[in-house]
């Protein structure tokens, strides 16, 4: 099927892939012209396990291409993605500026054939009857400049919107895409469904997945807010969960339990599941934090005050600050302190630092007067966020970062941090204290290295 996906970030860039490879014509369209040349040269925007070697076939096999000519992906495509950011506004609702934008541009080139537009952009609930009116402003401006009113009536009449929220987790996008929990699909056109059901269909069958002994992937047909709800209630009750274990942890540490030995406990009963149960100091990235204080915003608008969700985004931000809380009982004054932090990204296998636990991290110690260190396997003192970064000084390899340190944190839960050499690291501290604020590295080998090891109820 001729595919347009337009926004190539994270989800865009993903989908755009992963659909050329299961045999669709895919055009990629970004309004940022120097992603665009990058991509056409052959590399990835972004760093995603599995992507750079996929996009390369892709694009070779002639079913891949990047543009950033809006009116020949509309015209290319019978289905066209949006795949823009919907980032928070400082009110805490969703930012859907970009969302507007694109769905005006779609209707500004729209031609007679049928299209069906879809939302993969996380978007407040109601949006894909505001993204139809703002696709027929576009026509209607378009009528305004001179095309016939005749045509405006085609336009009408002939595209859908529909609802396709995405599930990727980043760092595991690739496989997370060609092997979905679920598919969800909300649209009240039966034809646009018809659509996307066979543009999935190698998907649901599992012929390009890892596990095709698998039974079908699930698809769930549903309205247009069902589907905005679902994406919304499903970041919802993952952040809540973290939330909840990570209160857990706290009680854990007063009363001398280990929530990783509970998290084990209470995961095995099926109801609860063990995902997702992993305490630390907190869940960041560009999409839990934005996505339930959006839809506590929605509530609020609808005036219902969502006590459960404001709870979870309490403790979590308390949580990244329990950091501090456990290096100030360790070494008392922070001042004059030098500080390193293992990891800078919100997890691991991402490039991707928006809403990094690390960042409040270090605006907190450099508040309380210690020198900040970093080393992250692929944040360097090259990468952007140079202004976010700017009051840490980032090392090129761990044992440069251990070199006088008083303390380590261990704030993303990178693999190769499970095979550092920590006697070695530890030689060349200036105090040999290590905070996990994973759980992530292994208490008794640390403490045989010579390390005073805390970690989070554990
Ligand atoms: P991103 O910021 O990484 O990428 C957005 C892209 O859109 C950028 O490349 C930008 O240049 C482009 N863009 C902006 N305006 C444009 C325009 N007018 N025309 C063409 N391109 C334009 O965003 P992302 O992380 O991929 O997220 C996209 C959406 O998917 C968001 O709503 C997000 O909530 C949702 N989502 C993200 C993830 C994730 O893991 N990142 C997972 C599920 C859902
Ligand atoms: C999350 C969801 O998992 C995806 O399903 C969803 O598509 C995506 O948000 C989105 O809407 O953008 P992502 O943000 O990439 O994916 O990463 P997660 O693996 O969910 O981790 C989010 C945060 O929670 C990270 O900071 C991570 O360290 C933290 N986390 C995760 C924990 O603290 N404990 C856990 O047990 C799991």
Known sequence: MKVCVIGTGYVGLVTGVCLSHIGHHVICVDNNEEKVKLMKSGQSPIFEPGLSGLMKNCSASGLLEFSSDLAAGVKHGEILFIAVGTPA????????RYVEAVAK?????????????VNKSTVPIGSGDWVKMIVLDGVKERQQTGDSCDLENKIIAN?????????????????????????????????AIALMQQLYQPLVERTF????????VPVVVTDLNSAEMIKYAANAF?????????EVANICDRVGADVIQVAEGIGLDSRIGSKFLQAGLGWGGSCFPKDVSALIHTADDYNYETELLKSAVNVNKRQRFIIIEKLQNELKILKGKVVGLLGLTFKPDT???RDAPSLNIIKELNRLGAKVKAYDPIISSQTGMSQALSDVIIETNPEMLADGCDALILVTDWQQFLKLDYPKMGKLMNNCLII???NFLDKQSLQKAGFRYVGIGH
């Open 105 to 117: 541009g779609i209707g500004s080139h729209l031609d007679e054939n049928y299209k069906v537009i």
């Open 209 to 216: 997945g890892d596990n095709p002994s698998l039974p079908p």
């Open 89 to 96: 506004l400082p009110t805490g609702e969703s930012d859907t």
């Open 159 to 191: 595209f859908d919107v529909v609802s396709n929220p995405e599930f990727l987790r980043e760092g595991a996008a690739v496989f997370d895409t060609f092997n979905p929990d679920r598919i969800v699909l909300g649209s009240n056109s039966e034809k």
């Open 238 to 246: 993952l952040a809540t969960k973290i939330s909840f274990i990570n």
């Open 351 to 353: 490039d991707d630092m």
């Open 436 to 438: 996990d604020g994973r």
